[in-house]
């Protein structure tokens, strides 16, 4: 059984990784954004309790799956039942530029001109990852990164295979 969760900043690839993840494997996939926020206003953080109902739903009903996020809370959760952890950690500078390379999400976005609206402070929130102390951080992720006892990887660029 494939179940593969994969964490990091955001532009870190996250996303990419997925869903090739998805296409080789034919794997379920959950990005937890879709778990974390609410429908009708995507800037408030949906009740946990809730996010962790559903994220349990999508694990029980899937054999093979990828789920994909940055935030601890989920990845927690997540990471009990994963076959593989996979750690996306290029740096910084990588994230960034991903981030700006990035396509329209529409699944997260209405409009393209939507997305690029927040851009600014996304930049800004990617840049604080190795200083935050907050589920986003580096150090949140390190941390569940060497927690982990089964097969795990950490991926320091964006030249990595599947």
């Known amino acids: 059984m494939n179940k593969?969760?994969?964490?990091?900043?955001?532009?870190?690839?996250?996303?990419?990784?997925?869903?090739?993840?998805?296409?080789?494997?034919?794997?379920?996939?959950?990005d937890l954004d879709t778990l974390a926020w609410e429908v009708e206003n995507p800037t408030v953080r949906r009740n946990m309790e809730d996010s962790l109902k559903d994220l349990s739903e999508f694990i029980k009903t899937n054999d093979n799956w990828v789920i994909e996020g940055c935030y601890s809370s989920l990845l927690t959760e997540a990471i009990r039942h994963c076959t593989k952890l996979i750690f996306l950690n290029p740096g910084i500078d990588t994230c960034v530029q991903n981030c700006l390379a990035r396509p329209w999400e529409s699944h997260k976005y209405p409009s393209p001109e939507a997305q690029h609206e927040n851009l600014t402070m996304l930049l800004d929130w990617v840049k604080e990852y190795e200083?935050?102390?907050?589920?986003?951080s580096l150090q949140s992720h390190r941390q569940l990164f060497e927690e982990f006892a089964g097969e795990k990887i950490e991926y320091l660029s964006n030249q990595r295979s599947l």
């Open 4 to 30: 593969i969760v994969i964490f990091g900043n955001s532009g870190s690839g996250k996303s990419t990784m997925a869903l090739a993840l998805k296409q080789n494997y034919e794997l379920a996939h959950l």
């Open 131 to 136: 200083t935050r102390d907050d589920e986003f």
